[in-house]
């Protein structure tokens, strides 16, 4: 028996990709996650970070002029 997994759209990144994509440092990204800033996801031996939740993080933290 096959079992088939829905492909999903849903861009992941790694810590360091995610850094890069926020512009802040690994050292401020693990502490928005320690204080539930952003949510992380642990693939394995991986932790993984949603491109849609890091998108949302930074709209809702927008200053505007």
């Not at 360091?16 to 642990?42: H, P």
């Amino acid at each position: 028996k096959q079992v088939f997994v829905k492909e999903t759209e849903e861009k992941m990144l790694s810590r360091e990709e995610a850094a890069n994509f926020l512009c802040v440092s690994k050292g401020t990204l693990d502490n928005w996650v320690r204080v539930k800033l952003i949510n992380s996801y642990k693939l394995g031996c991986k932790i993984l970070f949603k491109r849609s939740e890091l998108m949302q993080v930074i709209n809702d933290n927008r200053v505007n002029d």
